[in-house]
Every structure is written in structure tokens, then in C-alpha cells.
């Protein structure tokens, strides 16, 4: 019976407060403030980018004190699931962090989003190329693109290498040849976490892709010209293959969750780390200042019978903030405001000091930690292609990352994930 | 004879040494671990912390703000078990002891509710309550908390009252007394180990549950902890002091918790689960 | 009021309440769930009706036939793991064969308070690549490139999961057993006793007839439990690597929020629901031979 009272006290007292709390409404906006929801894709745990974006928000809302922003957060899939939900529901936020390609076309594609190229006219100039293409059919802008992504770079540890005598390969042999020299001394080759199934795709795929194929094939790809089960595309399929089975990737790779990747790098575990460009934000916290000065960023060597660019690498222009189609003129304003506030010149150029590449054209900066200076001199001088997953669409790409695991598994051979991709891609429509 | 009573008592301690081994050395692990450096972790996983580490704590509590997700857990877990418990019974009551033809269609729905997995109601409940206007709010949370509850509690609730015997009821009812009364008075003082039963099993799926507050609330005000913890096992936070240190608050209340009530559970169980 | 009106009354406000929760939540979604199952729609504007297609690309996808092969593995792990286990515990402590049972009791029933989420993570931390046993082969056997390939095999991976959700589960069914072999009359053992029954024929000509009710009653939670399972394995490998060790729950989830097909998901987890029933059927029908046997 003393148990029943006690249970009885700790209902009275937490509930009624709970059904309190439930019952209270939002409270109205005061004067002549303007109150806009953002939904954005942020790791509030995250060490380092969750304290930057909250400065940018603070230098923001400092400069405008009419605008009251309430932001709300996504991360991982769950993003994504989430803003699938509120679309769905009407219930889209004011302000929404989208992707350029096919990730988020579900919103873009269903008219829920402005075009931004009125408020934009006149600055177009002002971003690189790549960030200023089309995302809609009739070249509509959705998003202001924040970041340049280039998603293949090899990150080398020059003190490894000159410690076991070698020098960055200048071929793709030649990096074989290292392998075994590399492993032996207890290293691993190039250290890649696939657990999640897209970084093998993203950071690795796409680059082969151009290198065996061309930026030629690769647009008749995308227009239907060509196929990808095509031999050039085999051919780059078969090379993740060779990679895989002579050892030159993370012991386990399929079970190592993205993050351990650079983990393994970081505490050089691993002579070369194939990832984005945009590790180079966490690496400017998490690498000494000493190793800073060994480490480089460079392109994956040159393939035999390569029909594409030397030295390219795969990248996209990034995601960025658009708006909601529903926003009045007074709102739409505002909403722009916080838009190329973060895009534009300020906000480019506090998130270069993280160690961000903008889409947005700025000088190079000179007090800029020596990794975001590496990333810079970097992307001036590599030839681009695409990333896959901003090419084609969500389900054949899914798909298409998950076979590649098969592939390494040997459940699957690259002719057989080649043609998965084609009968996928034909089925969806291209 | 006697030789295989002691080959028996042999398996018999090997058996549970197993079993608790299994519980207590992961358990033991994590809090160790929680209270080393995520440097430490990586490089000497087995290792004791040398040093009490108590900053994986401070800032996984303060970074993932795991103090409102804490309260938030209490309150959602508290108010839906009471409401799901007191409806399941109610219903119980009224589906084992009336006899109306209605009461085993019912009872049929129910029983089909335990087939029925959250993600196949995801979608359409979002829709339904946004229309409604309690997505992202305490309540939108709660009632769904209550009706995913409902099945299990009352077939918990009608066998175990149906073990109740008709004639306390029906003499109740002669001296003039109403369902209503017969139900406060008698039902619910007989029926207590099964209530405590309820409401610990009730409580503990509430405090657990992941998925329904992930997708039904956006303000971070009204989230709860399996939430917040989940935010330190995306692939990019790569902390696992602080992962572990967030996985210790979120399993350390469970522990006591079960400890206090242990008791409870192990009577109730036995009351729920017979064959009606 | 009548005695029959009143009755009547009080019966609707006792089960009125529930009902409605229940059906507002829970069986109103499911219909429009059903109804989604035979279109095509991918969130806007209306669905188109496709019949059974859903139906058909589904049980033709070798993905699936995988992912029901692991729910069907669960089910096995469940029914034939989890609850002779359980039992075997339950017996051991209601014998008195082991000392400070107690203590055994709430140890092995402990996992059932802690969110499988965090079970998830802790058995990543213990078992993944970077994780401490993986350390510990590789510090012990000198071989930094050990991996635990077993996660790595298409019919194996599950195995993994398969020990976590024993582990996990059997400590429930341990006290469901445990307290209902604690409400048998002891009189009937302790007359079988005198009468020389072995310590075996105890178990199989009284104890266990007795049980197989609740048996039966576990086993039905068993099996639906078993093919809602999600969030563990969800927390755990997502279903990978490549589909190895996905379930119906994740092919459902992956489909409808990751690739925006609402009515192919709606067809999944009819599916699910369908199968849930059958083998519940089949199971009931098992359950009651074997009583009729006994009586």
C-alpha cells in the first residue's frame, strides 16, 4: 500500500504540470519582429560545427534585431525523413536547408520552395560556376548553394610515406605497389569507412567513373546516349574491385562507421584517407600543428587506359538555405536576408575561417589555418566531374551503393552492378 | 543418480554465471568507459580510467542538453503510463466480466494492435496530426504513447481480471451496488499486483521509446532522452567518451528504477500471463 | 435506470475511452496504410491505383526473400531460443538448484530495462572494427589487419544480432515462467515425490503440461515481437552490410522514407501483419493438439 501512495504522489506531481505545459500555446511575436522557423542539418553534439554555426547565427541575429530566426535540427537519415514529413503535411519551416541534384527534388520538385533567382540578379557573377547551375527543369535556382564539395580527395601522411621510403605514386600501379610495403608495417593503405554504404560511392566511384569514362560519356550517360553498363564504366567498377582485393582499403571497411575513417588517419594508423573536402573542417581542430605540416591534400594517381581528365576529382556545388514557397513579400525578404547572409560574403567568409570551401568567390584568406589553405590551393588547380549521388536519383543510387558492398563481398561482380544501375536508372527515368 | 544431480548443478551455475556475465561485464564497461578520454578509449579500450574523467559527463549533458530531454522522458513516460493503465483496466473490466457480444470484437482489435508496428502508422499519424494541430506538441506525443500501449495492457488487464471470481461482483451488485462502483471498489484493490505490473512494463516502453518522438516533434524542447543520446551515435560524432558518458545517463535511472521495483515485476507476471 | 441499462452504460464508459484512443491512432492509419498498399504515391498529389503490383515486386525481390529469411530466423531464435532458455532458467531457480538465485534472477533479467538503442551501441562498441574485441585479437595474435569476418558473410551476419536478441529477451520469458511455476500447488510435486518420481518425469509429466498454456501465450508475443523487430538492428548495422542483415521492418522503413514509395511501403507492412497472423494461427493450432494430448 505504500508503494500505491507513493505511486499516486509522483502522478500528481509530474502530471499535472505535463498536461500544463501541454495545454500552453506558442506565444505571439512581438512588434515588428519578424519571427521565421529554419530547419537545417547540424550535429548539435558536434564539437566543432555546432558552436560555428551557432557564431553565425549570433553575428546575424546582432546585425538584425527585427529578425527572430528559431532554428531546429536534423542529422543523418533522420534529417531527411523528417523533412519528407513536414512537406508532406504542409508543414514546411520558413527557411530549409535543401541539396542541389536529386536528394531533396522531392520538395524542390513539388513547387514547395522559391525561386531565388530574382532576389539573386546581379550577384550571380560573384559565386563559381559550378554553384550557379540550374537545379530546377526551367533553370530555377532553389537553393543558394553555401560550399564547393569536392568528394575525392587522398589525404597523405608525407611523414609515413618517407618513413617507409615511398613517395606519392605517380600512377595507379604504382600505388598497388605499395600496398603490401604499407601493410607490413602494420599501416593501412588508404583508409575509407563504408559501414554506411555512400562513402564508397561518393568518394571513390565518381572519380573512377570520369577518369574511365570522360566528362563525354558521363553527359550521354545522363541524357540517355549512353549506358552505364557500357565497358569504360565496367572498367571503373573493376578497379574499386582491384582495390578492395589487394587489400589497399581499411581492414573491414563495410563494418567501419564514417568518422572512424579519419579516426584511423588522424592518428596516422593509415598513410592515405579518401574523403570529402569537408573533413578538412574537422581535421583543422583534430590534427596537431606539427602535423599539419605533413600532411597533404592530393589527387588519386592516374589509371591505366584513362580516357578522362588527369588528376580530376569527383564535386558538387553544396547544399544551401532556400524558402518557403508560402512566405509573404515582408517575410520572403527577411528570409533572404538570412539566406545570403550565410551564402554571401559574410557569412563565406567566417565559414572559410572553419575551414569550409564557399561556393562564393573571396579572396584567399591570410590568417587561414594551413589545412583551409591546402584546401583552397587544392581546388584551384584539380579538373572536376560529378558525384553520383547528385546525379542520378535517390533509389538507383541507394541501390547502387549497396551493390558495390556486394561487389566487395564477391555476391556481386562489377558487370552485375554495372547493369543493376542501368536497369534502375532506365526504370525511375532519367 | 547422484552424479548426474552434480553434473546438473555444474550446468545449472555455468547457465546463469553466463547469463549475468554477459549483463554485468558490458554494463561495467560502459561506465568505466564513460569516464575515460575518447584518446584513451581508442588506444586501450580494456584499460580502468586512470583518472576519473568527469568532463565526458559535464558536456555531454550540457552540448546534447540531455537535463531537458531528461525532464521530458519523466514527464511523457509518467502521464501516458497512468492514462494507459487506467484505460487498459477500465477496459479489461468491461471486456472480460459484461459478456456483450460487442466485447469480443473489441478485444479482437486490440489483439490485432499487437501486430501493428509504429512505422506503419508513422506516416499517416503525422499527417493526422498536424491537421489536427498537436504535432510537436506534449500531447501529440502522449496519446500516441497511450494507444501503442493499450493492446498489450489490456490483454494484461482482461486475464487477469477474468481470473477474478464472478462472485464478488455479483454479491457487490445485489446489496444495490453499480458496475462503476463494483469496478472502483472491488476490480481495482484486487487487481493491484497486476496494476504495478502495468505500470512498470508501461513506464519502461515509454522511457525507451526512440522513433515516435523523433519523427512526431522538431522543437528540441519537448524531446526525450533515447533521442538525445542517438545524437551521439551519428557515424560524424566521433566522441565515445562522451557517447558512453550519454549512454550512462540514459541506462543508470532504468537500473534503479528496476532494482526498486524488481519485485513487482517478478509477481506481475506470473498474474498476466496466464492462459484465460 | 434499469439494471440493464445501467449495465449497459457503464460498459461503454469503462471501454469507450480506450477504444477511441486506439482506434483514432492506431486502426484509423492502418486502414488508410491499407488502402495505400494498392497505389502508387510518393507523398504529393494522389496516388494512382496499381492493384497488386506492390505486392508482386515485392515477393519477387530477392532483398525481401532475404529479409524474411532473417525475420523467419529471429521467429526460430525466439520460439526455440529465447523460451527453452528462459524456461531451463526459470526451472533452475524454481528448483533451488543453484544458491543466491536471487541475486541470478535479477541479473538476467536486468537487459529489459535498457532502451535498444543503447543496447546497440554498446555491442557496436564491443564488436565493430574499432571496437574492444576486435583490439584485443589484434594486440594478442599481432595481426592488425583482423577483422570478425563473420559480419561479413551473407548467410552469417545475422548471427550477431541473433545472440544480442537472445540475450536481451530471454531474462523476460525467465520471469514470466519463474512466477508461474511459483503459483503451482506444491502439493501435486511433493505427492509425486513420495510416490518416487525422478526429477526428470516431475518436469515432463507435470510441470510442463501445466505450462503449455502459457507457453503458447509467450510464444504468440514471441513471434509478433519478432517480426516488428527494428530498433535494435536498425541501431545497430541498418541492415547492412549490402541487405545482409536486413528484416521486413527495415525494407519497409528504407522504401518508404528513404526512397519516398508510400504504397510499395504500406504493402510491406501489410505484409508483415499477414504473416504475424499466420504463423500465429499455425502456432494456436500446434498448442491445442498438444493440450488435447495431455488431457
Known amino acids: 500500500m505504500k508503494m500505491k501512495r507513493l505511486l499516486i504522489l509522483a502522478f500528481v506531481s509530474f502530471l499535472i504540470p505535463s498536461l500544463l505545459i501541454a495545454a500552453g500555446t506558442k506565444e505571439s511575436a512581438a512588434d515588428g519582429v519578424i519571427e521565421l522557423s529554419v530547419y537545417h542539418y547540424l550535429d548539435q553534439t558536434d564539437k566543432t560545427t555546432a558552436p560555428n554555426f551557432q557564431h553565425l547565427v549570433d553575428v546575424f541575429e546582432a546585425a538584425n534585431p527585427d529578425i527572430k530566426l528559431s532554428f531546429e535540427y536534423g542529422y543523418g537519415e533522420s534529417f531527411h525523413d523528417k523533412l519528407q514529413t513536414m512537406a508532406m503535411s504542409g508543414q514546411l519551416p520558413d527557411i530549409v536547408l535543401l541539396y542541389p541534384g536529386e536528394r531533396t527534388s522531392q520538395v524542390t520538385s513539388a513547387g514547395l520552395v522559391k525561386d531565388l533567382r530574382p532576389y539573386l540578379s546581379g550577384h550571380e557573377d560573384e559565386f563559381a560556376d559550378m554553384a550557379m547551375q540550374a537545379q530546377g527543369e526551367n533553370g530555377e535556382i532553389w537553393e543558394l548553394p553555401e560550399d564547393i564539395s569536392i568528394t575525392s580527395i587522398m589525404y597523405t601522411n608525407n611523414r609515413l610515406l618517407a618513413e617507409l621510403g615511398l613517395e606519392y605514386p605517380k600512377s595507379y600501379e604504382e600505388l598497388l605497389t605499395q600496398g603490401p610495403v604499407i601493410r607490413k608495417a602494420g599501416l593501412i593503405p588508404i583508409s575509407i569507412a563504408n559501414k554506411d554504404a555512400w562513402p564508397m560511392q561518393s568518394c571513390v566511384a565518381g572519380m573512377l567513373v570520369e577518369r574511365a569514362c570522360g566528362m563525354e560519356w558521363w553527359d550521354k550517360a545522363l541524357s540517355g546516349e549512353a549506358s552505364y553498363d557500357d565497358p569504360e564504366f565496367v572498367y571503373a567498377m573493376e578497379i574499386i574491385k582491384e582495390l578492395n582485393d589487394k587489400q589497399m582499403f581499411s581492414p573491414g571497411t563495410n563494418q567501419l562507421a564514417y568518422g572512424q575513417g579519419l579516426d584511423d588517419f588522424v592518428n596516422e594508423r593509415a598513410v592515405y584517407l579518401l574523403d570529402g573536402g569537408w573533413t578538412v573542417n574537422s581535421m583543422v581542430g583534430e590534427l596537431t600543428d606539427e602535423q599539419k605540416t605533413y600532411m597533404s591534400l592530393e589527387s588519386f594517381p592516374d589509371i591505366p587506359n584513362q580516357k578522362g581528365q588527369s588528376l580530376s576529382v569527383s564535386a558538387t556545388a553544396g547544399q544551401g538555405f532556400g524558402m518557403n514557397a508560402k512566405l509573404n513579400e515582408k517575410e520572403a525578404e527577411a528570409a533572404w536576408k538570412w539566406i545570403w547572409f550565410y551564402s554571401g560574403p559574410e557569412g563565406s567568409a567566417i565559414r572559410q575561417q572553419y575551414g569550409r570551401l564557399p561556393a562564393y568567390n573571396l579572396d584567399e584568406p591570410e590568417d587561414a589555418d594551413p589545412m583551409i589553405k591546402k584546401l583552397i590551393a587544392f581546388a584551384g588547380k584539380v579538373p572536376m566531374g560529378y558525384v553520383m549521388d547528385s546525379v542520378i536519383a535517390a533509389e538507383p543510387i541507394g541501390t547502387f551503393n549497396i551493390n558495390l558492398q556486394n561487389m566487395m563481398f564477391d555476391t556481386m561482380s562489377p558487370m552485375e552492378v554495372a547493369q543493376d544501375l542501368e536497369r534502375m536508372v532506365s526504370s525511375v527515368g532519367r | 543418480m547422484k552424479r548426474s544431480v552434480t553434473i546438473g548443478k555444474i550446468l545449472a551455475y555455468v547457465l546463469m554465471i553466463t547469463f549475468t556475465l554477459l549483463t554485468v561485464v558490458p554494463l561495467v564497461w560502459m561506465i568505466l568507459s564513460a569516464f575515460k578520454p575518447h584518446a584513451l578509449i581508442v588506444r586501450q579500450p580494456l584499460a580502468p580510467p586512470f583518472t576519473f574523467y568527469i568532463e565526458n559527463f559535464i558536456l555531454s549533458w550540457t552540448q546534447g542538453h540531455l537535463g531537458i530531454y531528461f525532464l521530458n522522458s519523466i514527464v511523457y513516460s509518467l502521464s501516458a503510463t497512468f492514462v494507459t493503465v487506467g484505460l487498459a483496466m477500465s477496459s479489461g473490466y468491461a471486456l472480460s466480466k459484461f459478456q456483450y457480444r460487442s466485447g469480443r470484437i473489441i478485444y479482437g482489435f486490440y489483439t490485432l494492435g499487437l501486430l501493428i508496428t509504429v512505422h506503419s502508422v508513422i506516416v499517416p499519424l503525422f499527417i493526422m496530426e498536424t491537421k489536427l494541430g498537436i504535432s510537436n506538441t506534449r500531447l501529440g506525443v502522449i496519446l500516441p504513447y497511450i494507444a501503442f500501449g493499450l493492446p498489450f495492457q489490456v490483454f494484461l488487464a482482461t486475464t487477469y481480471v477474468k481470473g477474478i471470481p464472478d462472485s464478488m461482483q455479483e454479491s457487490a451488485i445485489i446489496d444495490g451496488a453499480t458496475f462503476l462502483e463494483v469496478f472502483v471498489k472491488i476490480i481495482i484493490p484486487v487487481a493491484t499486483p497486476i496494476l504495478s505490473t502495468m505500470f512498470i512494463y508501461t513506464f519502461l516502453g515509454n522511457w525507451n521509446e526512440f522513433i515516435l518522438v523523433l519523427t512526431l516533434t522538431s522543437d528540441m524542447m519537448i524531446r526525450s532522452l533515447p533521442v538525445g543520446i542517438n545524437s551521439f551515435a551519428g557515424g560524424m560524432s566521433r566522441d565515445y567518451g562522451l557517447q558512453f558518458a550519454a549512454l550512462v545517463i540514459g541506462t543508470v535511472p532504468m537500473i534503479i528504477f528496476y532494482m526498486i521495483f524488481k519485485d513487482k515485476i517478478a509477481q506481475g507476471f506470473a498474474a498476466g500471463s496466464t492462459k484465460e | ?295
Do not use: C
Request: glycine share 6%; no cysteine; proline share 4%.
Open chain 3, 1 to 295: 435506470m434499469t439494471y440493464a441499462q445501467q449495465k449497459h452504460m457503464s460498459y461503454w464508459i469503462l471501454v469507450l475511452p480506450g477504444i477511441l484512443v486506439f482506434a483514432s491512432i492506431i486502426i484509423f492509419p492502418v486502414l488508410f496504410s491499407f488502402s495505400l498498399s494498392f497505389t502508387t504515391w510518393n507523398g504529393y498529389g494522389m496516388p494512382t491505383f496499381a492493384g497488386l503490383e506492390n505486392y508482386r515486386t515485392i515477393i519477387s525481390d530477392p532483398v525481401f526473400l532475404h529479409s524474411l529469411r532473417n525475420n523467419l530466423l529471429i521467429v526460430v531464435i525466439s520460439v526455440f531460443g529465447q523460451i527453452p532458455l528462459g524456461f531451463l532458467l526459470a526451472y533452475l531457480l524454481h528448483r533451488s538448484m543453484v544458491r543466491h538465485g536471487n541475486f541470478f534472477q535479477t541479473m538476467i533479467f536486468l537487459p529489459i530495462t535498457i532502451s535498444p538503442v543503447v543496447v546497440a551501441l554498446l555491442w557496436n562498441q564491443i564488436f565493430s572494427s574499432s571496437g574492444m574485441v576486435v583490439a584485443l585479437v589484434r594486440s594478442f595474435t599481432d595481426n592488425p589487419q583482423y577483422v570478425i569476418r563473420i559480419f561479413e558473410d551473407q548467410q552469417l551476419a545475422i548471427v550477431p544480432i541473433l545472440f544480442v536478441l537472445l540475450w536481451m529477451h530471454t531474462g523476460t520469458y525467465m520471469i514470466i515462467y519463474y512466477a508461474n511455476l511459483q503459483k503451482m500447488t506444491p502439493s501435486v510435486l511433493e505427492a509425486a515425490q513420495i510416490d518416487g518420481a525422478s526429477e526428470n518425469q516431475m518436469l515432463m509429466r507435470i510441470i510442463l503440461p501445466s505450462m503449455i498454456g502459457t507457453i503458447a501465450t509467450t510464444a504468440i508475443f514471441a513471434i509478433s515481437g519478432s517480426l516488428k523487430a527494428f530498433d535494435l538492428i536498425y541501431a545497430m548495422t541498418g541492415g547492412g552490410p549490402a541487405h545482409f542483415t536486413e528484416v521486413i521492418a527495415i525494407y519497409m522503413y528504407v522504401n518508404t522514407f528513404k526512397y519516398y514509395k508510400y504504397g510499395f511501403g504500406s504493402a510491406a507492412s501489410i505484409i508483415i501483419v499477414l504473416l504475424a497472423v499466420g504463423l500465429i494461427m499455425l502456432l494456436q493450432y500446434f498448442s491445442r493438439r498438444l493440450e488435447r494430448r495431455f488431457e
